[in-house]
């Protein structure tokens, strides 16, 4: 049974850290690559971060410099690893991962920023 799975959200003050596991298991095949999804009420959904098989990385332009994603293949797990959070940030958070042209997506971990 496949299943990805995130942790690691939770309530964090404007300038503070947060780390979000993604865990993915049942798949067989290395992914092609793992993202970081967030989606805010009445926004849509937007890409945050991607790491690729290789290694390479993309981000969205506002958490650049903030975010950071990586990766641990014997432990089937991408990170997101966010400083200086903002409010703006605040959102539910998604992982997916895509293997073999197909994207599985995990069930989103909120995060909230605020005083």
């Known amino acids: 049974q496949v299943s990805v799975a995130e942790t690691g959200g939770g309530l964090v003050q404007p300038g503070g850290s947060l780390r979000l596991s993604c865990t993915h298991s049942g798949f067989g095949f290395s992914p092609f690559s793992m993202n970081w999804y967030r989606q805010a009420p009445g926004k849509q959904r937007e890409l945050v971060a991607r790491?690729?098989?290789?290694?390479?990385?993309n981000y969205h332009a506002s958490v650049q410099g903030r975010f950071t994603v990586s990766k641990d293949n014997l432990k089937n797990t991408v990170y997101l690893q966010m400083n200086e959070l903002k409010p703006e940030d605040t959102a539910k958070y998604y992982c997916s991962v895509q293997i073999q042209g197909h994207d599985y997506w995990g069930q989103g971990t909120q995060v909230t920023v605020s005083l």
């Open positions: 790491i690729f098989n290789s290694g390479t990385t």
